[in-house]
């Protein structure tokens, strides 16, 4: 970020305020890994992530390492998203490039059309459930970018099953 911002005042003092550099920690390699599958199988560089079920963070912080691309996380752990929320603010990335909100996609409103990517790393944390897939998979599509968005949710064979049915 360039720039200066002048302020004008009674007083002839001057403070000077810096914004935080990112702290770069060593990445985990199976979530840099598959971070980097999904960026390369996707195209998607820049833009907004939607990651659904933060789960530990790695994905997530893998996808702000290595794209462009602004990530806004949905969990529905009210202390996971609060240690989260400290751990990206630490590394200057909180309010920058993440943002990172309590709930799921099916009790927070989130704008038609945003992502041009939806990952997941908890899908229960997410609010994915058998229950829930017949609500989930609309709002799923509801946030993705038409022409070139797209979802990679890591599924077990018999919810993959359950999923294609429901999108067809």
């Given at each position: 970020?360039?720039?200066?911002?002048?302020?004008?005042?009674?007083?002839?003092?001057?403070?000077?305020f810096t914004q935080?550099?990112?702290?770069?920690?060593?990445?985990?390699?199976?979530?840099?890994?598959?971070?980097?599958?999904?960026?390369?199988?996707?195209?998607?560089?820049?833009?907004?992530?939607?990651?659904?079920?933060?789960?530990?963070?790695?994905?997530?912080?893998?996808?702000?390492?290595?794209?462009?691309?602004?990530?806004?996380?949905?969990?529905?752990?009210?202390?996971?998203?609060?240690?989260?929320?400290?751990?990206?603010?630490?590394?200057?990335?909180?309010?920058?490039?993440?943002?990172?909100?309590?709930?799921?996609?099916?009790?927070?409103?989130?704008?038609?059309?945003?992502?041009?990517?939806v990952v997941s790393?908890?899908?229960?944390?997410?609010?994915?459930?058998?229950?829930?897939?017949?609500?989930?998979?609309?709002?799923?599509?509801?946030?993705?970018?038409?022409?070139?968005?797209?979802?990679?949710?890591?599924?077990?064979?018999?919810?993959?099953?359950?999923?294609?049915?429901?999108?067809?």
């Amino acid at each position: 970020v360039e720039g200066s911002m002048y302020c004008f005042g009674d007083t002839a003092s001057a403070r000077v305020f810096t914004q935080k550099t990112p702290v770069r920690k060593k990445s985990h390699h199976r979530w840099s890994e598959q971070a980097r599958q999904i960026l390369d199988n996707t195209d998607a560089r820049e833009g907004y992530a939607l990651v659904l079920g933060v789960g530990t963070g790695q994905l997530l912080e893998e996808i702000v390492r290595q794209s462009d691309l602004y990530v806004i996380g949905l969990d529905n752990d009210a202390v996971n998203v609060n240690r989260l929320r400290r751990r990206f603010d630490q590394a200057g990335l909180y309010g920058d490039r993440v943002t990172i909100l309590q709930g799921t996609i099916l009790d927070t409103p989130v704008s038609p059309y945003l992502a041009n990517l939806v990952v997941s790393e908890d899908l229960k944390g997410a609010g994915y459930t058998k229950a829930s897939a017949k609500d989930f998979i609309p709002r799923l599509f509801h946030v993705l970018r038409p022409y070139g968005g797209a979802a990679c949710l890591v599924l077990a064979e018999t919810q993959r099953d359950s999923f294609q049915q429901l999108v067809q």
